[in-house]
C-alpha cells in the first residue's frame, strides 16, 4: 500500500521560509509525476507546484519565484522550499502522487495523498 507522509509544516513570520518534505513508501517519486497541494480554511484545495518525470515543473501563479518543488537527495523524498512566506500561504499543505510521466492539470489523476502538515504564516 502507498503511503506518503509529510514533514516540515510549522508557524513562520510573513517573509520567512520553510522547506516541506514527503517520505513515501511503496512508491518511487523519480518514475512519476508529483505534486504539493495545499487547502486553506474554507477554501478549495489548489494545486501549488508538480513536477514531472522530466523535471518539468509548473507552479501556480501565487508562488512562482518563491516557492521551489524538487525530489530530494535522499530516496523516495519530495521537497517544497518556500521562501517569502505570506499570510495567504497559511494553509494544510499535501503531497501528491500520479502513476503517470508527465503531469495532469488540476487535482484529477492524483490517487495518493498524503495527510498534510499545517503552514501558518503569521504578519
Known amino acids: 500500500q502507498v503511503r506518503l507522509v509529510e514533514s516540515g509544516g510549522g508557524s513562520v513570520q510573513a517573509g520567512g521560509s520553510l522547506r516541506l518534505s514527503c517520505a513515501a513508501s511503496?512508491?518511487?517519486?523519480?518514475?512519476?509525476?508529483v505534486a504539493w497541494f495545499r487547502q486553506a480554511p474554507g477554501k478549495e484545495r489548489e494545486g501549488v507546484a508538480r513536477i514531472a518525470v522530466d523535471g518539468t515543473t509548473t507552479y501556480a501563479d501565487s508562488v512562482k519565484g518563491r516557492f521551489v518543488i524538487s525530489r530530494g537527495n535522499a530516496k523516495n523524498t519530495l521537497i517544497l522550499q518556500m521562501d517569502s512566506l505570506k499570510p495567504g500561504d497559511t494553509a494544510m499543505y499535501y503531497c501528491?502522487?500520479?502513476?503517470?510521466?508527465?503531469?495532469?492539470?488540476?487535482?484529477?489523476?492524483?490517487?495518493?495523498w498524503g495527510e498534510g502538515t499545517q503552514v501558518t504564516v503569521t504578519s
Open positions: 511503496r512508491y518511487t517519486f523519480s518514475t512519476n509525476c
Open positions: 501528491a502522487a500520479t502513476l503517470f510521466d508527465s503531469c495532469p492539470t488540476g487535482n484529477r489523476g492524483f490517487g495518493y
